[in-house]
């Protein structure tokens, strides 16, 4: 059992650049969230996938898009990056009983 | 909009020692609240998740309790080592929003051998 996966761990891009944040879960779980770490900002919710073939925004969505491709996999696209994108980006998933379950992160660096 | 306040940010203590970390929270409508761990440059790793309907979870050392009507949850480690050094956040599940977690800011908690 890997449990939520990330990749890339490290990605530094240009201004203007794209790219895909790729999340995956082997736990069978329905629900799956996108959130970002900022110093002083704490963890902030971007958008989630209460159910495959679902999403919604959360609290910081303009600037991405997500795709829930199936139930195992969420990935957070990134169309034209900014500087102010450069973050900690998590990935997670919840358990039927409400227990979200983290990734090891993604690394974003915008030049 | 719900709020999400630690204290103390930071705290650093000897090893040995019992110790208590705060988490409060503006709206009691939550369906649970749940502690995590993150070391440096690492993940969240779950701890304690507590139940709008339970009063505290135990496991090991760490013991959570969560007083809803008063929006406030403790953490509590017993005989604090070198290893719990880490960020421990909280966060709650408001009702209605579909499980979403609003997180506090963290306290950093080192302890010295």
């Known amino acids: 059992n890997a449990g939520v996966t990330q990749t890339p761990k490290f990605q530094v891009l240009k201004t203007g650049q794209s790219m895909t944040l790729q999340c995956a879960q082997d736990?069978?779980?329905?629900?799956m969230y996108w959130y970002r770490q900022d110093p002083g900002m704490g963890l902030r919710l971007i958008y989630y996938s209460a159910s495959e073939g679902t999403t919604d925004k959360g609290e910081v969505p303009n600037g991405y898009n997500v795709s829930r491709l199936n139930k195992r996999e969420f990935s957070l696209r990134l169309e034209s990056a900014a500087p102010s994108q450069t973050s900690v980006y998590f990935c997670a998933s919840r358990t039927d009983y409400y227990e979200q379950y983290f990734g090891p992160g993604t690394r974003l660096t915008v030049t | 909009k719900q709020e999400v306040t630690q204290i103390p940010a930071a705290l650093s203590v000897p090893e040995g020692e019992n110790l208590v970390l705060n988490c409060s929270f503006t709206?009691?409508?939550?369906?649970?609240l749940q502690w995590f761990r993150q070391d440096p440059g690492k993940g969240l790793t779950s701890l304690l998740l507590i139940q709008s309907s339970q009063r505290e979870q135990t496991s090991g050392r760490l013991n959570a309790s969560l007083d809803k009507s008063s929006g406030r949850s403790t953490l509590y480690i017993a005989a604090s080592q070198p290893g719990d050094s880490a960020t421990y956040l909280c966060?709650?599940?408001?009702?209605?929003?579909?499980?979403?977690?609003?997180f506090g800011k963290g306290t950093l908690l080192t302890v010295n051998p």
């Open positions: 709206d009691s409508a939550i369906y649970n």
């Open positions: 966060a709650v599940a408001e009702v209605g929003s579909n499980y979403k977690l609003t």
């Open positions: 736990m069978n779980h329905n629900s």
